[in-house]
């Protein structure tokens, strides 16, 4: 079964980024992520939108 949502360390290490910086990202709404009591989740779905979004940024391309 996959996983439907990461943690702040597994999103860390999915982009190669530090965790702080992940937290901060999240705070700033740049990263969409949700609250499970003290755990921050950021769901897969949500991650992999963002992805694709900043791979292929609207407006881009060939006239």
Known sequence: MEKLAYNVQEVAAL???HR??????????DIPAMR?????LVPRA?????LDAKQNPA???GA
């Open 46 to 50: 949500k991650l992999e939108a963002l």
């Open 59 to 61: 407006g881009a391309g």
């Open 20 to 29: 702080n910086t992940v937290r901060k990202l999240i705070q700033r709404g």
């Open 36 to 40: 499970l009591g003290h755990r921050i």
């Open 15 to 17: 982009l190669g980024i």
